[in-house]
């Protein structure tokens, strides 16, 4: 079973516009990690939030953790045609060390 | 090596067959994850090892499947009397060990059951 669900489950922008996806869980977490995996194959890990944080910053991405929300969101600033892939969150629970994926989100930028 | 390898890239197998998938983790990780990702869904936790043993394999759907590492660092994942439902990209992936650290992920094994 999945943990988490992501919102939207599809997006497509415009070269240069921002896009932002959600995530949200359903138990206590140790740290939230999001994904990028293109063509169904091998997924780069892209940021990590650990729940004491609430906002961190890698190059033109931006993540925020609202564990009262038990919420994330992952913003890509001036999007780019390479950033076309789609994009997971996952959650570690307190007490593992397994991910736990959500269902993804594609995301799809128009030239 | 850079990176986590896995071995075959792509299977095909006829349903009722046996199967091995190789995973080669990042050299000096301690911790080896295996996943599966069905088609339009999430990877879905199988099997974590922590050097030789599994430390959770709470996600093997059944006895078919079982997963070893007997040196701590390859690992094989073996699937008997394989079903069409098995089909799926099986995924490996290494990290230093700590649930704070960063799993990386193979390219995976696509796996077809005709």
């Known amino acids: 079973s999945q943990q988490g669900e992501e919102d939207p489950q599809a997006l497509s922008i415009q070269e240069g516009e921002n896009a932002t996806m959600n995530c949200s869980y359903k138990t206590s977490i140790n740290n939230l990690q999001w994904y990028r995996q293109n063509s169904g194959r091998g997924l780069v890990h892209l940021i990590l939030?650990?729940?004491?944080?609430r906002e961190k910053h890698s190059g033109r991405l931006r993540v925020t953790l609202d564990t009262s929300k038990k919420s994330s969101s992952l913003l890509i600033t001036a999007s780019r045609a390479a950033d076309t892939a789609s994009y997971f969150c996952?959650?570690?629970?307190?007490?593992?060390?397994?991910?736990?994926f959500g269902q993804g989100t594609r995301l799809t930028i128009n030239p | 090596g850079a990176g986590v390898s896995q071995t075959p890239s792509n299977k095909v197998t006829e349903k009722g067959k046996y199967v091995e998938l190789r995973c080669d983790p990042i050299?000096?990780?301690?911790?080896l994850y295996w996943y599966r990702q069905s088609l339009g869904q999430g990877p879905e936790f199988l099997i974590y090892f922590q050097g030789t043993g599994a430390a959770d394999d709470s996600g093997l759907p059944n006895d078919r499947f079982f997963a070893v590492r007997p040196e701590g660092s390859v690992s094989t994942l073996k699937i008997q009397r394989t079903e069409r439902g098995d089909s799926a990209v099986y995924l490996c992936?290494?990290?230093?060990?700590?649930?704070?650290?960063?799993?990386?992920f193979g390219p995976g094994t696509r796996l077809t059951v005709l």
């Open positions: 939030i650990r729940s004491n944080e």
């Open positions: 992936a290494s990290s230093m060990g700590l649930a704070m650290d960063t799993q990386y």
């Open positions: 996952a959650t570690v629970m307190i007490g593992a060390q397994k991910l736990v």
């Open positions: 050299s000096g990780h301690t911790a």
